[in-house]
């Protein structure tokens, strides 16, 4: 079974362990460690995603939204991905 957790790898690997399930776990997932009979097992070819931007319509002229939208854009600029 696969958890589906999103909230955090650890709780994810604590249901591992428990014998409930198995997850994919980012770069940032792997950095932790993990408990005692839970393995991490690398994929030999990465996995891709993609990302999107969701907001309401009134909130687009809002600064704070703006400068999230433009740090993503710069993001995915600097791993040559397109823009959001």
Same mark, same amino acid.
């Given at each position: 079974m696969? /958890?589906?957790?999103?909230?955090?790898?650890?709780?994810?690997? =604590?249901? $591992?362990?428990? *014998? &409930?399930g @198995? /997850?994919l776990?980012?770069? &940032?997932g !792997?950095?932790?460690?993990p408990?005692?009979?839970?393995? @991490?097992?690398?994929?030999? =070819?990465? &996995? !891709?995603?993609t $990302?999107? $931007?969701v907001?309401?319509?009134? /909130?687009? !002229?809002?600064?704070?939204?703006g400068?999230?939208?433009e740090?993503? /854009?710069?993001?995915?600029?600097?791993? *040559?991905?397109?823009?959001?």
């Amino acid at each position: 079974m696969y /958890t589906g957790c999103r909230r955090s790898f650890e709780s994810c690997a =604590k249901l $591992i362990a428990a *014998g &409930l399930g @198995i /997850t994919l776990a980012s770069d &940032l997932g !792997q950095s932790f460690s993990p408990p005692h009979g839970v393995e @991490i097992i690398r994929l030999d =070819k990465p &996995l !891709q995603r993609t $990302i999107v $931007i969701v907001q309401l319509p009134h /909130t687009a !002229q809002r600064p704070t939204v703006g400068v999230v939208h433009e740090a993503f /854009t710069r993001a995915a600029a600097q791993h *040559g991905l397109p823009p959001p």
